[in-house]
C-alpha cells in the first residue's frame, strides 16, 4: 500500500544556512510525489512534484527534490534559508493503483522554523 | 479565475448541530476532494468525487456527508455535529498532475 513518512516532525536551521527535509515513500506502481507548503492559516500550496520524468525536480522559492528509487526517497532541499520559508511543509505520494494526482496520501508535516 | 473556494471560512457549532461546507472550483476538473487537518497528522480524505455524479468513501468518512452538486460544486455535510469533529477542512479538486486547494474552513464544535 502506498505511504509516506517524513522524518522530522520539526526542523529548525538558521538563515542562510542549508534546509534539509526528508521523505520517504512506499508505493506499488511507479508513482507520482509532490511536496506542498503551508503558510500559517492558509491553504496548501505545491512546491514541486515528481511525475516520472527528470529526477531532479526543480520548483518555486528555490527548493528542489530529488527522486531517487532506490532509498525510496524524495527529500526536499533548499541551499539558503530565508526568514520566508518558515512553514509546514508536506510530502504526498500518489494513491493506491494511481500514477497521478487522483489520489494523494499525505505525509503528517515538518514545521520548518528559520533563526535569524 | 478563483481557483477553489471554500465557506464559510470559520465555523462554531454546538454539539449536535448540522451545518453544510460549500466547495466550488473553476478550473473545469472532474475530481474534487475534502481532507480534515489535524495536528501532526497531515491530510486525511474524509470523500471524493472522481467525477459529476460519483462520490466514494475516503480514510475517515464517519459522520459526514457529500453531495456533488454539479462539476463545479462539491458540499460536505456534518449532520450532529461532535467535538472530534473540530478540524480544519480543506476541499481541492484535481487535474492529472496535481491537485488544488482551498483556503479551508476552521470548524470549532463545542
Known amino acids: 500500500a502506498q505511504s509516506v513518512t517524513q522524518l522530522g516532525s520539526h526542523v529548525s536551521v538558521s538563515e542562510g544556512a542549508l534546509v534539509l527535509l526528508r521523505c520517504n515513500y512506499s508505493?506499488?506502481?511507479?508513482?507520482?510525489l509532490f511536496w506542498y507548503v503551508q503558510y500559517p492559516n492558509q491553504g496548501l500550496q505545491l512546491l514541486l512534484k515528481?511525475?516520472?520524468?527528470?529526477?531532479l525536480v526543480k520548483g518555486i522559492n528555490g527548493f528542489e527534490a530529488e527522486f531517487k528509487k532506490s532509498e525510496t526517497s524524495f527529500h526536499l532541499t533548499k541551499p539558503s534559508a530565508h526568514m520566508s520559508d518558515a512553514a509546514e511543509y508536506f510530502c504526498?505520494?500518489?494513491?493506491?493503483?494511481?500514477?497521478?494526482?487522483?489520489?494523494?496520501?499525505f505525509g503528517s508535516g515538518t514545521r520548518l522554523s528559520i533563526r535569524p | 479565475n478563483a481557483g477553489v473556494t471554500q465557506t464559510p471560512k470559520f465555523q462554531v457549532l454546538k454539539t449536535g448541530q448540522s451545518m453544510t461546507l460549500q466547495c466550488a472550483q473553476d478550473?473545469?476538473?472532474?475530481?474534487m476532494y475534502w481532507y480534515r487537518q489535524d495536528p501532526g497528522m497531515g491530510l486525511r480524505l474524509i470523500y471524493y468525487?472522481?467525477?459529476?455524479?460519483?462520490?466514494d468513501k475516503g480514510e475517515v468518512p464517519n459522520g459526514y456527508n457529500v453531495s456533488r452538486l454539479n462539476k463545479r460544486e462539491f458540499s460536505l455535510r456534518l449532520e450532529s455535529a461532535a467535538p472530534s469533529q473540530t478540524s480544519v477542512y480543506f476541499c481541492?479538486?484535481?487535474?492529472?498532475?496535481?491537485?488544488?486547494f482551498g483556503p479551508g474552513t476552521r470548524l470549532t464544535v463545542l
Open positions: 504526498a505520494v500518489s494513491g493506491p493503483g494511481y500514477s497521478s494526482a487522483s489520489k494523494i496520501i
Open positions: 508505493s506499488s506502481v511507479p508513482p507520482y
Open positions: 515528481y511525475t516520472s520524468a527528470a529526477t
Open positions: 478550473m473545469n476538473h472532474n475530481s
Open positions: 468525487s472522481a467525477s459529476e455524479g460519483t462520490t
Open positions: 481541492a479538486s484535481a487535474s492529472p498532475n496535481e491537485q488544488f
